[in-house]
């Protein structure tokens, strides 16, 4: 039976980066006869300009008969003014808990030609490698109650919720405990378990699921002030991170900059099954959406991951992550990641580059 994939474009430069990513699915589907077929669907401001809503039925229809969902980026000022419960981020929120998808896997790895482009100094970032295990569809996001009420004297108040139960602590840390076998077998779970009861239980579940199931992993804890902190200070401690879904959320965007750009960093929401959204780690920056200037290789190296751990093709998800390699090699840059002397190119050039790289 063939594989079926669903990509969602959606905002800002959504579209764009999608493009180039397409390309890039389109030539590797051929040169390793993958048999891999896909249509298109729509997501937030997209959807809510023909539906009225981020996550219509149809959509959602699609995601749930689809083995993969490649998804762009939603968001972006047009759809700021509407109501709360239907603006574009609802209908991505809505996609990974209809589905599932609690696994969210986003690695920061450093590509040595990038090591100038970065924030930080080449020697604290060069090798740099951490996959950071972020937990997507419980925790504050998720927890009721939540909302703005009016109090009796007529100020209004927010409020949110933090709730982990026991299992989603547990499936997600098994994850993490998992993951870090295949590499560096060091995880760092991440809490604030001096302050919230939430973390305090989210700390005990791990530390009992690590001395039941995974000594042969080394296991420690942080509070994530520090861990914010140790990220800029000496990232390279750091193997697996697993953490909760704000924290993992905040967390994986520090650690996207250390790689030199947010904009090369793919990232995986996977289910019990293997099933998973594809999605690069940035936003759909609408400031720059339509030029032709957004970087693609975070959306494209995304593809990579759908094909190892949906389609379990590791030798045409390395094929890609090659030829990113490559390309930056032969000095080619989006502007994110340009400096002085290198050969500056657009979105589209950049995802040819990658097809081109390919095919030789
Ligand atoms: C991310 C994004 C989303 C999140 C937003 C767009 C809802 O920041 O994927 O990191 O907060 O999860
Ligand atoms: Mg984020």
Redesign the pocket.
């Known amino acids: 039976m063939s594989k079926h994939i669903l990509i969602l474009a959606g905002d800002g430069i959504g579209p764009e980066i999608i493009r180039a990513a397409e390309s890039v699915l389109s030539t590797i589907n051929q040169k390793f006869s993958l048999g891999l077929t896909w249509e298109h669907g729509l997501l937030g401001g997209a959807a809510i300009d023909v539906h009225g809503q981020p996550y219509p039925d149809v959509t959602s229809a699609q995601a749930k008969q689809a083995d993969a969902i490649l998804l762009g980026?939603?968001?972006g000022p047009k759809w700021d003014g509407i109501e709360r419960s239907i603006r574009?981020?609802?209908g991505?929120?809505k996609i990974?808990s209809e589905l599932n998808l609690f696994a969210?896997l986003?690695p920061a790895i450093l590509y040595p030609q990038l090591a100038d482009a970065s924030s930080l100094k080449p020697e604290i970032v060069s090798g740099l490698d951490i996959l950071i295990v972020?937990e997507?569809t419980g925790g504050i996001?998720f927890g009721q109650p939540r909302g703005i009420r009016e109090l009796e004297n007529g100020e209004k108040q927010g409020y949110n919720t933090d709730v982990y139960s026991e299992s989603e602590i547990r499936r997600i840390a098994k994850v993490a405990f998992e993951l870090a076998k295949l590499r560096g077998s060091k995880v760092c779970s991440v809490d604030k378990a001096n302050v919230l009861e939430v973390t305090e239980l989210w700390k005990q579940t791990v530390t009992e699921l690590h001395q039941n199931d995974y000594q042969d992993v080394a296991l420690s804890h942080m509070y994530v002030d520090n861990a914010a902190m140790q990220l800029v200070r000496a990232p390279k401690q750091f193997d697996v991170i697993v953490t909760g879904?704000?924290f993992?959320?905040i967390l994986?965007?520090e650690a996207a900059m250390l790689t030199g750009s947010i904009g090369m960093l793919p990232?995986a929401s996977l289910d019990e099954h293997g099933k998973g959204m594809y999605?690069p780690?940035h936003?759909?920056a609408p400031d720059i959406a339509g030029q032709n200037i957004a970087n693609p290789l975070a959306t494209i190296l995304s593809v990579a991951m759908m094909l190892r751990y949906s389609f379990k093709e590791e030798q045409a998800a390395v094929a890609i992550e090659h030829a990113v390699g490559h390309v930056l090699d032969l000095g080619l840059r989006t502007a994110d990641i340009y400096a002085e002397g290198l050969t500056q190119v657009g979105t589209e050039e950049m995802g040819q580059a990658i097809v081109n790289a390919l095919n030789t």
């Open positions: 980026a939603v968001g574009p981020e609802r991505l929120l990974r969210n986003r972020r997507l996001y879904n704000l993992g959320d994986s965007d990232s999605e780690c936003g759909s």
